[in-house]
């Protein structure tokens, strides 16, 4: 399974950004694809997920601004990023599941099994 994720890069403050992740390897359409994010110093966070059903999940601290979506045709899924803060500078991750139609969504970093090589994105304020 190979994920490349592309679309970062730098932002005022307020401004937007998409994210994207192309998958390939196996059944795309059967597995949770999540995003997760990284900030210098800190650990690795979850920050949103769709399950292979369509159902989202987001943090709390993403939750009104950030939109996960998947294209099941293109084997992608996508992050829309608006009114982003300086906080929201990170590494951006994409990953895949690694539970075959799992019910739910996953959000732990142990619940995938794959994972992009991450794109930068950092706002200034």
């Known amino acids: 399974v190979q994920l490349q994720a592309s679309g970062g890069g730098s932002v005022q403050a307020g401004g937007s950004l998409r994210l994207s992740c192309a998958a390939s390897?196996?059944?795309?359409?059967?597995?949770?694809m999540g995003w997760f994010r990284q900030a210098p110093g800190k650990e690795r966070e979850f920050v949103a997920a769709?399950?292979?059903?369509?159902?989202?999940t987001y943090a709390d601290s993403v939750k009104g601004r950030f939109t996960i979506s998947r294209d099941n045709a293109k084997n992608a899924v996508y992050l829309q990023m608006n009114s982003l803060k300086p906080e929201d500078t990170a590494v951006y991750y994409c990953?895949?599941?690694?539970?075959?139609?799992?019910?739910?969504?996953?959000?732990?970093?142990?619940?995938?099994?794959?994972w992009g090589q991450g794109t930068q994105v950092t706002v200034s304020s």
């Open positions: 390897g196996r059944t795309f359409s059967s597995y949770v």
């Open positions: 769709v399950s292979w059903s369509g159902r989202n």
């Open positions: 990953a895949s599941d690694r539970l075959r139609l799992r019910i739910g969504v996953a959000r732990r970093m142990n619940e995938y099994g794959y």
